[in-house]
């Protein structure tokens, strides 16, 4: 039976990503494992200058 | 010897042109190698970073300060052996992959697909511009981005606000009398302000425009810079694009380019590329994204993301400009109520 | 004749400005940046700039002015800081500042600077293969999808997801093959990395499965502790043994132990899974031919033995039988203490001899949810009523959370405490607070506490206890009264704190330190017993 893919992961160096607090990534990068952090935010939305441009545009 | 994975078209032809000479290594970073060659600066880059016009880019992660290389060093070009070495180390890019960075030969390689409708391009645009208020370093131009003062002037983009909105008047001008731009109202427009078409004149204005922008800001590439940078993308991307032709592309170019002595050489060199319509990839998969007919909001936020990251504002600076002067083309193709 | 001199009474503003200059010198752009924030950020720092030597910059600088004669000098490919200070002093603190910037913006760049999305951080490492995710609930399920789809796996400590949203995240890893430990996923072991709260635990042959963060870490702890070791300490978030998400990750997990030629036993922790759910466990763990203990926190191990497996009373029982398993021994039931019969009875007969009349119930307060929850399941029969904010009968939901009643026994990672604080294994304050308002509570006999150390807790969580409990104790014994202290250290020898160090300054402060969490509930029950009977 071909190996599953976690099986397959057991078998690698882990290399972590890091969102949100960085206690977690401290916490690694002291132990010296491949780690990086992502300083990560929300993405925006919305569009009201939109309605005002494409009034421009008439 | 340090292999190297990508190379882009523009770096491989010049170092082509070049053969085997002596130059010197103009600055050392963590992660890029800068050589001076004559007037230009060739980039070695650690991997992962983007490609762009000028660079190669390693295929290792490499500390360039720790190999010991030295600002000023001799720095060897063997292009026969496509071999650079500075200090004794030596980069082989013979296994390079080549990439394209000149917006004007990646948009005429593409497979022609279907166009995304101009209304759906501007609401992308609308989209991006509302990620980099948000997600930007509002410490160079972004702030001249923002119409409702949600996000404060700095000494610099106050410096700067009288002068690009003179550099938006030039370029609007400029656009609305294209060939390409054709409108119902255009020649309404010449007839109603003659002078306005004179624009021969109106480049002359636009380059000490952008003249009074050059070199002004915060960062290894002046905000300025960068932003000058972005309308340069924006505007071969339109050219790029059919929408304004390349020779106004490359006339509001040459404006730009004209003054990168008043900047530093790495800034500069980046402005000179810029002119031409040579960009980084980043640069180029942001723009070709927003005009693709099939472009999800989360696709093109990736793509707007990794041009974000660039240094510490100098990606919210090209996006500014970028944004700059699109909206400069939508004011440009639109008629003014009277 | 006095004379007196006038001195002018006017205090004169100092304005200093000084420039410091690299010819030909390039900083990258983060470097830049970070110099230009730490200078404003500095007391008697009016003004700052910083940047290449440009004519316009020179300009700028002119405007606001911080120009001179050398600025004036300088080309565009050189580089300047120019700072504007109140006093002399001000100025070469900034220098000062500038020059260590400086010399070590190479640790800064790297350090400081955090990549702002997934996406660049792969284009930093695009080898990236295990995401720990703590974004606030409301984005949580979005970024864990983001991270699926470009093939990482997943642990979800955030909590606040909706379990649709569980449902969906799981099925999208299972059908990829990738790990989604979570949500509220606090403790994993993967390829010997401790993640997130995680101990410091020796390599072995003894793989885990556990719905329960605090769980895991004590079985781990133990399993160390007895010079055993783990392949892998998975976790899968506590809902995901319910009928809804049918243990789509434990049984992944599970499969994947099974099939880990390193793995030779197999402990499964969880609380009681769903009927369907459990049955489907139990097989596969049957069918999967490794030797298992299956402990079902507060079930009925009887259910486990039917299927042929080895079942388990407590956290600490599991893990003395998984070890056992792993040695090729007999596993053997444990209820007992590791300091014999002989004086577990002497302590409880001490420990009674001095309370007043009116000392007769227990307070549990822990950080660990899970030995909180394992407190009360081991306690009910004999006590009856606990009350808790997590409660095992409804009816013993604690009204008011600050004031204990009767037996009580309260999870301090809870929401309702961990609003808008850090975790209680963090930031000790709140449950110290706790301990030492306790003392002038006249009827608590005993308190128990959990004291886990390794990863994600603080420095030094058995002073802040200690401590606390001293000053309890003061209280109570000058209102003629003595509480016993049991507590018990959840850890390793390699965890930063120490293992001994962390018990031996339990101990120091008059504390009955006790093994793990299992025995020291039992010693309480011992004490309890002896009251009754009094």
């Avoid at chain 1, 401290?26 to 441009?53: C, R, Y």
């Avoid at chain 2, 992962?48 to 390693?58: A, C, E, H, K, W």
């Avoid at chain 2, 496509?82 to 980069?91: E, G, P, Q």
């Avoid at chain 2, 952008?210 to 071969?236: H, M, R």
Wanted: glycine share 8%; aromatic share 6%.
């Amino acid at each position: 039976m071909a190996k599953s893919r976690l099986n397959e992961l057991f078998e690698k160096e882990l290399i972590i990503v890091s969102l949100g607090v960085d206690t977690f990534y401290q916490d690694m990068k002291k132990q010296g494992f491949s780690t990086i952090h992502v300083d990560w935010k929300p993405v925006a939305g919305g569009n009201e200058k939109l309605a005002n441009m494409l009034s421009l545009l008439e | 010897m340090i292999k190297c994975s990508d190379i882009s078209a523009e770096a491989l032809s010049f170092l082509g042109a070049m053969e085997k000479r002596d130059f010197s290594v103009h600055s050392v970073f963590a992660h890029a190698l800068n050589i001076q060659c004559g007037d230009d600066l060739i980039t070695i880059l650690s991997k992962g970073r983007d490609v762009f016009p000028l660079s190669i880019v390693s295929a290792e992660e490499t500390d360039f300060e720790e190999l010991g290389i030295r600002q000023g060093g001799l720095c060897e070009v063997s292009f026969s052996e496509k071999r650079i070495t500075a200090s004794d180390v030596s980069f082989d890019f013979s296994d390079a992959g080549i990439t394209d960075c000149d917006i004007l030969i990646v948009g005429s390689k593409k497979i022609s697909s279907e166009k995304a409708k101009p209304e759906d391009v501007f609401s992308r645009i609308s989209v991006i511009e509302k990620f980099v208020l948000q997600n930007g370093n509002p410490g160079g131009v972004l702030p001249l981005l923002c119409t409702d003062g949600s996000v404060q002037q700095n000494i610099w983009s106050a410096f700067l606000k009288g002068r690009t909105e003179d550099l938006e008047k030039d370029i609007i001008r400029v656009f609305r009398c294209d060939n390409k731009l054709i409108t119902p109202y255009t020649e309404e427009i010449f007839r109603a302000s003659p002078e306005d078409c004179s624009v021969c004149d109106r480049f002359v204005l636009m380059e000490n425009h952008f003249g009074k922008i050059t070199g002004a800001g915060p960062g290894l590439t002046p905000s300025g810079d960068d932003f000058i940078t972005g309308v340069l993308a924006a505007v071969f991307t339109l050219a790029s694009e059919g929408l304004i032709t390349r020779e106004t592309a490359g006339r509001i170019g040459e404006c730009a380019a004209l003054n990168v002595k008043k900047t530093n050489t790495i800034s500069g060199s980046f402005i000179k590329q810029a002119s031409r319509g040579c960009l980084s990839r980043s640069i180029i998969e942001l723009s070709l994204s927003l005009f693709k007919a099939d472009c999800s909001e989360n696709e093109l936020l990736s793509k707007a993301t990794r041009v974000l990251d660039f240094g510490s504002s100098s990606g919210t600076d090209i996006l500014t400009g970028f944004l700059f002067a699109s909206y400069a083309f939508y004011k440009a193709y639109s008629v003014s109520k009277r | 004749m006095n004379t007196a001199f006038d001195f002018p009474t006017m205090k004169e503003e100092m304005q200093v400005v000084k420039l410091e200059i690299r010819k030909n010198a390039y900083y990258d752009s983060v470097t830049l940046m970070i110099i230009s924030k730490d200078l404003k950020k500095l007391p008697g720092v009016k003004e700052a700039l910083v940047g290449m030597g440009t004519d316009l910059n020179k300009e700028i600088s002119h405007n606001i002015k911080l120009n001179s004669p050398e600025l004036d000098a300088i080309t565009g490919n050189d580089f300047f800081v120019a700072v504007e200070c109140e006093t002399e002093d001000v100025m070469k603190t900034a220098i000062a500042k500038v020059d260590e910037l400086l010399n070590k913006k190479k640790e800064i760049s790297i350090a400081n600077y955090y990549p702002p999305t997934l996406e660049s951080a792969l284009k930093i490492d695009p080898d990236l293969n295990l995401a720990l995710i703590s974004v606030p609930g409301k984005y949580a399920a979005g970024v864990a999808h983001e991270c699926l789809d470009k093939d990482i796996n997943v642990m979800l400590f955030s909590d606040n997801v909706s379990l649709e949203d569980e449902k969906k995240l799981k099925e999208k890893a299972v059908a990829k093959g990738l790990l989604m430990m979570g949500p509220d996923c606090g403790t994993a072991i993967v390829n010997h990395v401790p993640l997130a709260f995680a101990n410091v635990v020796s390599k072995g042959d003894i793989g885990i499965v556990a719905a329960s963060g605090t769980g895991l870490q004590e079985v781990t702890c133990i399993i160390d502790q007895m010079g055993a070791g783990i392949t892998q300490a998975l976790g899968t978030g506590g809902r995901d043994l319910k009928d809804e998400i049918g243990g789509l990750m434990y049984n992944m997990e599970l499969d994947a132990l099974i099939n880990d030629p390193s793995t030779k036993v197999i402990l499964c922790i969880a609380k009681p899974p769903g009927k369907d759910t459990q049955t489907k466990m139990l097989k596969k763990i049957k069918d999967g031919g490794k030797p298992a203990v299956v402990f079902f926190i507060g079930g009925n191990p009887q259910e486990v033995e039917d299927m042929g497996l080895v079942g388990a009373v407590s956290l600490e029982d599991s893990a003395r039988k998984i070890v056992a398993l792993s040695r090729g021994e007999t596993p053997v039931t444990f209820e007992g203490f590791d300091i014999g019969e002989e004086a577990a009875e002497k302590f409880v007969k001490d420990e009674i001899a001095k309370y007043a009349p009116t000392q007769k119930y227990f307070r549990g307060f822990y950080s660990g949810g899970t030995l909180c929850d394992e407190a009360i399941k081991i306690m009910i029969h004999q006590l009856g009523d606990i009350y808790s904010n997590i409660p095992l009968k409804p009816e013993n939901q604690i009204e008011n959370k600050d004031i204990s009643r009767e037996h009580t026994c309260l999870d301090f990672g809870d929401d309702e405490f961990t609003r808008g604080r850090p975790h209680p294994m963090i930031d000790t304050s709140i449950r110290v607070e706790r301990i030492i308002r306790e003392g002038n509570d006249p009827e608590v006999a005993i308190v128990v506490l959990d004291c886990v150390i390794g990863y994600g807790s603080c420095d030094d969580p058995a002073t802040d206890l200690a401590e606390a409990m001293v000053k309890a104790q003061k209280i109570a014994e000058s209102q003629g009264r003595h509480i016993t202290y049991i507590a018990s250290v959840c850890g390793t020898e390699k965890d930063f704190q120490g293992l001994t160090k962390s018990r031996d300054t339990l101990r120091n402060s008059g504390a009955m330190v006790m093994p793990n969490n299992a025995q020291a509930i039992h010693l309480a029950m011992k004490i309890l017993k002896e009251l009754e009977n009094r």
